[in-house]
Structures are given as C-alpha cells and as structure tokens.
C-alpha cells in the first residue's frame, strides 16, 4: 500500500517557481525543497535559508591547525633542544611559518569536510521527487504534506504556474 507524502510542481521559469514558494508559505507549508538546474540565490531567500555553516568548519579547521603548528614546534624545540647563538629554545618567530602553514591546511580540509557534510555527499539516493528535467531546464518544487493537504498544494502549484503537478507516494 503507498501512501502520498508530497507534491511535485515542474517550473519553466524562476519567477514562477518564487511565487509559488511564496504562496505554498503563505499557506502554511514550510517543508519545502526547491530542484533546480542551477544554483540560485533567490530560491534559498525564497525558502527563507539560513547562510551555509561551512565557514564554521573552515574557522575550526584554521584555529585546529594554528595550535597543532604550535604545539609542534614548541614541543619539538623542548624535545630536541638547540642552542643557537644564545637565542631561547622557544623562539615563537622561527614557528610562524609552519604554524601559517598548518592553519591554512587545516582550514582548507576543514572546508573541503563541510562541505561534504553539507551536501550530504555521498548521497545514494536521490529522492522520490527527483525527474532529469531539473538537471537540464526545468525548475522543481517538491512540497512535504500530508494526504489531506495535497489538494490545497497542488491547487497552489497550478496556481502559480507549474507545467505539470505530480503526486509523490512512498
């Protein structure tokens, strides 16, 4: 027995695909996903994102790497002490270019980790609403409701313009 858990709405055009974001949200649907061809920044508005958490990765990632810089040569320095021309064995000048680049390092893994963690690659599955078209040309627009409300949701899709409006079942 499959059981309907959302709607598809297929877009042309970018201008419709916002307005029905705006009346699918005004009606109360707030589970919505947007499938398009290209990135957008519009869309991510629309749907009311919030900023990307990469850059807390990144920021992790460079404070990781600025203290495992550190902690290495100190370390190293007080392991293997050299005494050079008098100068003391923890001389923090000597240390900022490894500690430089360990943060930079650190950092860009921290990115690349974020956003791979975001993107939720590798993803296996690509979705019940997922149609080629939305690779291509084509804009989608896949509302999460219930049995009783797709109705209201496919009514609001055709509404605002959708080229074709399709149910989703489990």
């Known amino acids: 027995m499959s059981r309907v858990i959302g709607v598809v709405g297929v877009f042309a055009h970018l201008d419709d695909l916002l307005e029905a974001i705006r009346h699918l949200r005004a009606g109360g649907f707030e589970e919505l996903q947007a499938l398009s061809p290209i990135p957008r920044r519009e869309i991510d508005e629309a749907l009311g994102r919030r900023e990307s958490p990469v850059r807390v990765f990144t920021l992790v990632g460079g404070i990781l790497g600025g203290v495992t810089g550190l902690f290495l040569t100190i370390n ?27 943060t930079i390092l650190f950092g860009a893994l921290g990115t690349l980790l974020g956003l791979l963690t975001n993107a939720r690659v590798p993803r296996l599955h690509l979705g019940l609403a997922f149609d080629p078209r939305f690779c291509s040309d ?21 509404g605002a313009g959708a080229e074709e409006v399709r149910h989703v079942e489990a």
């Open 76 to 102: 190293t320095s007080i392991g293997y002490p050299l005494i050079t021309g008098g100068k003391p064995i923890v001389s923090i000048p000597a240390f900022i270019v490894i500690t430089f680049e360990l």
């Open 138 to 158: 084509r804009f989608g627009l896949f509302v999460h409701c219930t049995s009783e409300e797709v109705e209201t949701a496919s009514q609001l899709l055709r």
